[in-house]
């Protein structure tokens, strides 16, 4: 038995997992573990390094001397370089679909994500955290909201480059989500036992009183 839980935070791009996950963690006093960061940090490096990610000796060779970390402020480094502020440029939302449903690249961050949560006290937000890397998690959360809402946060959360306009934003978060849902390897679903909001219509700071809610409902912080 954790003493303190791990809280699996589940749903498509752009639904405010990262905001409502880093706001939980605080709160709480645990720790946020980004997922969608590691998967980006693993497509930047590919991309650095004009690694082919079909090659897949090449990948597992690359998995083997790649290092993620976090620091306590959710900052991420890859091979000791701070990368946080790169990893979400064009380049790597265009691939890193493909790269995270190689299934060599998903058995070596699940084990990773695994290893920083097994002490609980985490919050983890993804697409298969309550499926497959915590199918015990202690509270399962599954957010969704309509595409739109979806495209027009995100062009408003100053995530993207103000270049970039809506339609491309819903493309490219309608083509992830296929993707997500699609691949063999731990796609995106939503598990009987997570707690279902849809946070169409609704403020952050709403959706963050409901998750909290149910938390507290749960006897876990
Ligand atoms: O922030 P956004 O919702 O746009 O994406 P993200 O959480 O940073 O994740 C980027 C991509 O990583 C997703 O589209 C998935 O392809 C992949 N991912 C995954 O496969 N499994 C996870 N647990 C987290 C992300």
């Known amino acids: 038995m954790r003493e303190r839980a791990v809280i699996a935070i589940d749903g498509p791009a752009g639904v405010g997992k990262s905001t409502l996950a ?12 980004d997922t969608g960061a590691m998967y980006r940090a693993i497509t930047l490096r ?12 090449a990948i597992r060779a690359l998995l083997d ?6 620091d306590p402020e959710g900052k991420i480094f890859l091979d000791g370089m701070d990368v946080s502020d790169t ?10 679909s493909q790269v995270a449903s190689l299934p060599e690249v998903r058995e070596r961050m699940q084990a990773l994500q695994r290893e920083i949560g097994k002490d609980g ?6 697409r298969d955290i309550g499926s497959a890397v915590f199918p015990d998690a202690e509270v399962k959360f599954y957010l969704d909201a309509s595409i739109e809402e979806r495209a027009r946060r995100r062009l408003s959360d100053g995530k993207e480059s ?5 339609e491309a934003i819903k493309n490219d978060l309608a083509r992830r989500d296929t993707a997500d849902k699609e691949r063999a390897h731990s796609p995106l679903v939503q598990t009987k036992d997570a ?19 149910y938390i507290s409902g749960r006897s876990v912080g």
């Open 121 to 126: 006290g985490a919050v983890l937000d993804g």
């Open 22 to 33: 880093r706001r939980i963690a605080a709160e709480l006093g645990y720790v946020y573990i």
């Open 46 to 57: 590919i991309l650095q390094g004009a690694i082919d990610y079909h090659d897949s000796a």
């Open 65 to 70: 001397i790649v290092h993620i970390s976090f």
């Open 195 to 213: 707690i279902y909001i849809d946070t169409s219509g609704m403020v952050i700071e709403n959706v963050l009183e409901v998750m909290l809610r």
């Open 87 to 96: 990893l979400r440029s064009a380049e790597v939302n265009a691939l890193v």
């Open 162 to 166: 103000v270049f970039v306009e809506l």
